[in-house]
């Protein structure tokens, strides 16, 4: 199956173009202004009553946006070099838009024009299935999801007639048969092999008994027997992921008695039930074949390895000599979403950083997996005194420290540094239960020291980083 990857579902459009702008649904948009928004203004609103008033807008400045309440509580919608950049597109953001670019300094506009956005499902997964009545005549079906979808067939190499999610072939037909899906947003095809279908032996013998019985109403003699068994239906086939990586193949049929076997690539695979456990990198085409006595049916899908879990999360901040703050976030992992709060408000961006005014102060949080609960803070005292300090929640703590990979002498949850320490600290904790660790950077205190602390919570998936300002010269003494 050809299917494009998630960056391939990513969406281009310019705010001046006269075609549609179709939009992947839960992918990104990007739509490109043109101009440089330090010198232009750029006005988008969304036409629902037709109102210039009361409909929703959004205005982007200097590179930034304004008064939006287009894409209130939108984190994920940000502007980056003269592009307005929605990292999630939803149903709503489908519609039509009225943008204005204008240059305030000569109080000009140099441009209005309408912008038609339409929202569709991208093309999922396409099954194909072949079903054998008991007469022997056979129908493929195909199904994918998707919106807007519109399907073709080939039957080894040549088009067949018809652009329907199912149709019918002669009972003796053999090959290879192809469904293609497509929308505006991507497209999707499956090839499955096609076998001859070979008519039921019950059918022969119930077509026998019905002569006998019509035979047998002339003759004065009485023989009726007749088959209640059902016959299979649609083959479905779903792939399920666990989050320790173990893929699991399950299939499912209507039908009494039925028969399950299984091959990848064409290959067969051992078992014989409705559900099948993989390798977590299995990658290729699987076929679930299903039959009994009256008729048989399969379907094939393609599979693509698990996607890699979220492992231990890592923030880190950085202050450049011009001032300003810049927050990271790193974690091992497939196909990463992020998105940051600060004291609890959504920040604009959904990327893997994130810059923050130099005087930013509070608590940041990035959604994604973490290690453990654990909390590292460093304090500079009025006297130059560094003391770092390590917490967490559970019974029978056992602590241990290392400063730029080598152990520091101390079994205790605070340690006392030289005020000139320079490098990465690293507390871990651990009991019979599980274990933990936070590693965090140090350096030398100085005149205006400040509390950093980090920490990661095991519930619900997030690392925090706090800085806050240094407790007062007498209480500093106190340490």
Request: charged share 15%; with cysteine.
């Amino acid at each position: 199956m050809l299917l494009q990857t998630a960056a391939c579902l990513d969406q281009f459009c310019r705010l001046n173009q006269s075609d549609p702008c179709y939009a992947a649904l839960r992918h990104k948009l990007s739509l490109l202004m043109g101009l440089d928004t330090s010198e232009y203004e750029m006005t988008i609103q969304k036409r629902i009553n037709n109102n210039k008033i009361t409909d929703p807008i959004c205005r982007v400045k200097n590179g930034k946006m304004k008064d939006c309440d287009l894409y209130s509580n939108r984190p994920e919608t940000t502007v980056i070099n003269r592009t307005l950049i929605i990292n999630h597109v939803i149903r709503a953001d489908s519609g039509n838009y009225t943008v204005t670019i204008s240059n305030p300094s000569y109080g000009q506009q140099t441009f209005q024009g309408e912008l038609q956005v339409n929202v569709e499902a991208p093309i999922g997964s396409v099954q194909v299935s072949i079903i054998c009545s008991s007469s022997g005549v056979m129908r493929a079906s195909c199904s994918s999801e998707g919106d807007q979808l519109l399907y073709s067939w080939t039957l080894n190499g040549d088009p067949l007639m018809g652009g329907n999610s199912s149709i019918d072939l002669d009972e003796g037909t053999d090959g290879n048969i192809t469904c293609s899906v497509k929308n505006h947003i991507n497209h999707g095809q499956t090839t499955i092999s096609v076998k001859p279908c070979s008519v039921s032996v019950v059918f022969v013998l119930v077509w026998c008994f019905q002569m006998m019985l019509l035979f047998g109403l002339l003759g004065g003699f009485h023989i009726y027997m007749r088959d209640t068994s059902a016959p299979i239906g649609s083959v479905q086939v779903s792939i399920i992921c666990s989050s320790s990586g173990v893929m699991r193949a399950s299939c499912s049929s209507e039908g009494d008695q039925l028969l399950y076997s299984w091959t990848l690539n064409g290959d067969p695979l051992m078992g014989g039930n409705s559900s099948i456990d993989l390798d977590e990198g299995t990658d290729g085409n699987i076929t679930c074949s299903v039959k009994n006595h009256i008729n048989h049916g399969q379907t094939t899908i393609s599979v693509n390895p698990c996607s890699a879990p979220i492992g231990s999360v890592q923030v880190s901040i950085i202050c450049s000599s011009s001032g300003v703050m810049r927050a990271s976030c790193s974690s091992e992992g497939d196909q990463l979403l992020y998105s940051w709060t600060l004291n609890g408000d959504p920040l604009m961006g959904g990327n893997s950083s994130i810059d923050l005014n130099e005087g930013t102060d509070g608590v940041w949080i990035s959604s994604a997996a973490p290690i453990g609960s654990v909390q590292v803070s460093i304090i500079c005292s009025s006297s130059g005194v560094m003391r770092a300090s390590c917490s967490s929640e559970g019974d029978q703590l056992l602590y241990s420290w290392t400063l730029n990979g080598d152990p520091l002498m101390s079994g205790n949850s605070s340690i006392d540094l030289d005020e000139g320490t320079d490098g990465n600290i690293t507390c871990s904790v651990k009991n019979h239960i599980n274990h933990g660790q936070t590693t965090i950077s140090v350096k030398p205190c100085s005149d205006d020291g400040f509390v950093w602390s980090v920490r990661r919570f095991s519930h619900p998936h997030e690392t925090h980083i706090r800085k806050e300002m240094r407790r007062s010269k007498t209480e500093n003494e106190k340490i």
